[in-house]
């Protein structure tokens, strides 16, 4: 139990956008503070702090709260545990007995496994400074790279004796579980039951979670045995997911923020030599490739990546695609070459800070440009590598879903290549038509079922204001779920997917109808011009679209969230969707239908019987409609949304 007057001290000295801030980069809009969610994945920012509220609100996946809630959602902690967390922040005194074995145990096992990070964070540091081996091992080693006392302990680094079960043994001792231990990777247990330490003989960096909490370790042998890895890092687990963290960026956050520029680079020791030098927006990917969970992470921050290369050409060239990622992801990324022979690591070691960004002044540049140069040299005169090589260029500038920023690229990229700037406007058009015409075709998809009957031309603009809402609030309040997946069945296996907004706005544009209700058709006409640009359809666009009519339609709609009909039976929403979707559709369809048949059989009976032409034609349109009619009446099983 805490107090209840420390409990208020706490919730008094927490300021919401402090606390926010150090996950969120917030941007002031007006009175409060918007970003992007750290709670759901979003491209358009709708997370809002308002510091005079002391509140936050998420208008996107509708959560909220004061800074405990935050802390407790977020880092996955109890309303105590969020006040303690809260309490070190502040500098406020919280006084708790020491934790038995028995409530170690009691915790749950995300929780626990922490604890154990935790006390092996503490245990490696003191061998370091404690133990002979550790000073005569570990320290020489971190001070023969040049690393100070102040930068040890600010990494929290530290060294696992090269004995068999030492660490084990002492964690057991001190009343930590086995199970534990071995679920944190820092236990290896045999089929015997004996075990050894993970990380024995090894020079430990922890891994730190945004939070400042330790989730993972890496481990450097310092032996020169080739059969050996020289590094190794904590397996997945619980609290530790390799492809969704990066090496830093718990020391790094508040620096990218306050430059608005992240550096990457690729080991730990680049890490820490930089944040020596005085250079601390920088993080590392450890040695493996960027993943979209990492370039997010960043995003959080900045939208703005150097990378850092060293002269190792192979090297670099294994890692270009994976930068396509980042493209992707709207971040503005510049390469930096070092000179050869140098790495992050040692070039900042051998230069001040401000000799080491003075260098990436004057040498950073573009990635396309980079990239362009690099595979042009390897290209030379060779016209098949050549051709090669402007293809790959091209993906590389058809993934920037910025219009501006791609038409700027392929301006550079053809002066670079000495090619035609149409040439590579109709590449890029034509790459990224591709895939769009790869996620809404759907004729390998086995949903055949699911597509209605193609209407004439004849029926269009036929009023249906009913079903032409139902579908505009399909669009708004599911438009970027997945509706269907599927398995492509060439030799590059890939899942292709339709999402609810996808599939409405093919079936629509197929039968060339419009919307007659006219803010509706703008809706759906901008829907269509998003997707076509590949860009986000998240329903915020249209509660804060400019044209007024388009907003107060859409927080009409999204204020009356559509409800799981009782003729659905017990479904959750993506079984929902794959039948109400298409559904919705038949049902506008028919109504349309329905409208035209009656207006065919006015005319008819308005005709004289000599005019046997016009009789004619429209006995065969009505045989057409009825024919169609029929067939959507058996798809619908008079099911009426």
């Not at 690729?266 to 030098?277: F, K, L, N, R």
């Not at 990546?305 to 060239?317: E, F, N, P």
């Amino acid at each position: 139990m805490i107090d209840q007057h420390v409990v208020d001290r706490i919730i008094a000295a927490s300021d919401i956008l402090e606390v926010v801030q150090d996950y969120v980069t917030m941007r002031k809009r007006g009175v409060n503070y918007l970003g992007n969610c750290p709670f759901h994945n979003e491209k358009t920012p709708s997370f809002t702090v308002s510091p005079s509220k002391g509140i936050f609100k998420c208008f996107g996946c509708g959560k909220g709260g004061n800074a405990v809630n935050f802390i407790m959602e977020h880092e996955h902690l109890g309303y105590v545990d969020a006040l303690k967390f809260l309490a070190k922040k502040y500098n406020i005194e919280v006084i708790e007995k020491e934790a038995t074995p028995e409530e170690i145990e009691q915790k749950n096992e995300r929780e626990s496994l922490m604890v154990v990070n935790a006390y092996a964070q503490r245990y490696f540091s003191d061998m370091l400074h404690k133990h002979s081996d550790g000073k005569n091992i570990g320290l020489a080693y971190f001070k023969e790279r040049g690393f100070h006392n102040n930068t040890i302990e600010k990494f929290q680094l530290g060294y696992c004796l090269e004995q068999r079960d030492a660490f084990t043994h002492s964690a057991i001792h001190d009343g930590y579980k086995l199970d534990n231990l071995v679920k944190t990777g820092l236990t290896i247990q045999r089929e015997d039951g004996s075990t050894f330490d993970r990380f024995m003989g090894r020079v430990m960096f922890p891994i730190h979670s945004l939070s400042g909490r330790v989730i993972g370790f890496g481990g450097r042998t310092l032996k020169t045995d080739k059969k050996i890895a020289k590094y190794l890092n904590s397996p997945e687990s619980e609290v530790y997911h390799k492809s969704e963290i990066l090496y830093g960026i718990y020391q790094a956050k508040k620096t990218i923020t306050q430059e608005n520029k992240c550096f990457l680079v690729e080991g730990y020791t680049d890490v820490i030599s930089m944040h020596q030098a005085g250079i601390e927006n920088v993080v590392a990917s450890s040695g493996t490739s960027l993943t979209h969970d990492q370039i997010k992470l960043i995003k959080r921050f900045t939208p703005n990546v150097t990378i850092l290369y060293d002269g190792d050409a192979a090297g670099i060239k294994a890692s270009l695609r994976g930068i396509d990622l980042v493209l992707e992801e709207g971040l503005n990324v510049k390469v930096v070459l070092l000179p050869e022979g140098e790495d992050p690591d040692s070039f900042s070691r051998s230069h001040s800070s401000t000799e080491l960004l003075d260098y990436v002044d004057k040498n950073e540049t573009d990635f396309i440009k980079f990239k362009a140069k690099l595979l042009l040299d390897e290209a030379k005169n060779d016209p098949i590598q050549r051709a090669n090589l402007i293809n790959d260029i091209v993906r590389s500038i058809s993934v920037i879903p910025e219009t501006i920023t791609r038409s700027i690229y392929i301006k550079e990229c053809s002066r670079i290549m000495d090619i035609q700037e149409d040439v590579l406007y109709t590449e890029v058009t034509n790459q990224r038509k591709k895939k769009f015409e790869q996620l809404i075709q759907r004729e390998s998809f086995e949903i055949r079922e699911k597509e209605t009957p193609r209407l004439p031309s004849y029926v269009s603009g036929i009023f249906c204001e009913e079903q032409e809402r139902e579908i505009i609030a399909f669009l708004l309040n599911s438009g970027e779920q997945v509706l269907f997946h599927h398995k492509t069945d060439d030799f590059e296996e890939q899942e292709i997917t339709i999402t609810v907004a996808q599939y409405i706005i093919d079936e629509i544009l197929n039968d060339e109808l419009e919307f007659q209700n006219l803010v509706y058709k703008k809706i759906f006409d901008e829907f269509g011009k998003l997707l076509t640009e590949n860009k986000t359809t998240d329903n915020r666009h249209f509660i804060n679209h400019q044209d007024t009519q388009i907003s107060q339609l859409a927080v009409d709609i999204l204020s009356s969230r559509y409800k799981l009909s009782r003729i659905w039976g017990d479904q959750n929403e993506e079984d929902f969707l794959q039948r109400a979707v298409p559904k919705a559709i038949q049902v506008y369809k028919s109504k349309i239908l329905k409208t035209a048949i009656k207006r065919l059989m006015d005319d008819l009976a308005n005709l004289k019987s000599e005019q046997k032409d016009d009789i004619n034609d429209i006995l065969s349109k009505l045989n057409q409609l009825n024919d169609l009619m029929n067939r959507m009446s058996k798809d619908l099983d008079r099911v009426i949304l």
